[in-house]
């Protein structure tokens, strides 16, 4: 796997309260820390707040919070759940996510007999990541395009008759054109997310190949110019190889799969690759939460401060805790109508809330902060939303007004 975390526990050893006190040191805090990181927000009247968020420790997800495991402050003070009404909605009313599966199928693979490992492979993957999101699978050889297996749009049915369909391919061109399958895979992903209404949307590629590209179609420059592309900047992308090829090509297939790659030297290794990058986009799915509440403001400018409380311990306090703010005005708030904390949000596309923050709104303060990668760049760990309808800028999730 790309990441490896063999400095972490190291790291943890060193915040333990016991040791620290041995060395002479100040505790570190660092175990306890939650990374929250606001994505969207918005505000309406009568007195609606919603915030759309994720939960990481270690940028590993922080799934199955409740309502209850978020405390909300309004200018410092906390604000009564009762009052509130606070409730965790279902993100899909708010956003979209997307995974496009890849599949080299040129001739190494569909003349060696491999086929049906790969498509038994690639069932398993779409079972798994479609439970959370919307998935299409695409094929390539050392043809020009890519071809459609399976669309977005198709039901379960569909998909596993589309996949059915690979067992007794028959490549047109028995290369492989890698470097351009990427290309258009990036392009095909990036329309259909496009095509959605929902505001927030996130993509997800993932390319499976036994080899390095043989069509030449393509340069790496060229490809690594795409991936580098600020359209696909918020993209998520995995790697999955197999072969004895894939080592003279480790090079072209990392950059491919720079949030994650699995190799896999035979047939059982194969299913556990499809398997462990399936996990890994389905947990990340987890880490969205978007919180609704009633504020208890009527007028005004207000700083909101989100806590995220995990591991409890059996009093019902917090092991680990992660915050991010940000400010809202009330102005003409208050009932009639009721506040429904059901209510759905409408976060505005092009609301950048770094725009806000450079006008002054105020910066996170706690749980994590510090900065990360994150589709190539960096990004405040604790409280910078990203944006533009985009997984990873400011102005994706906006802030609404």
Known sequence: MKTSRAFVPSLRSLCSTALGLALGLAPLAC????????????????????VFFTVE??????????AEDFAIYEDEQLVSTFESKQTIQNPDVAAVMYTLLLLDMSGSITESGQSDLVV??????VDRVGESQKVAVYAFDGEKDIQSVVRFTEAKGSVEGGLEGLRTYKPRDPSTNLHGAVVQGLAELRKALDKDKRPLKFGTLVVFTDGTDRAARVSADEMNEALASEDYAEFEMFAIGVGADIEQGQGSLSAIGKDG???ASDDQGVQLAFEKVAQRIDAHSKRFYLLSYCTPARNGEHTVRIEALADKN???????RGNTSWTFDAKGFGPPPDCDPNRKPEFKLEASVKAQQDEGEPEDDGGGSGKRKRGGGEVEASGEAKGSAR???PAQPGSGG
């Open 391 to 393: 997984f990873g800028k």
């Open 120 to 125: 038994d492979a690639a069932q398993g993957f």
């Open 57 to 66: 420790e270690d940028e590993e997800p922080v799934a199955g919070l409740a």
């Open 314 to 320: 059996s009093k019902g306090k917090a092991r680990k």
């Open 31 to 50: 175990a306890d820390k939650l990374t929250v990181t606001r994505l969207n927000s918005d505000h309406k009247k009568p007195n609606n707040v919603w």
């Open 261 to 263: 790659t699995e190799l």
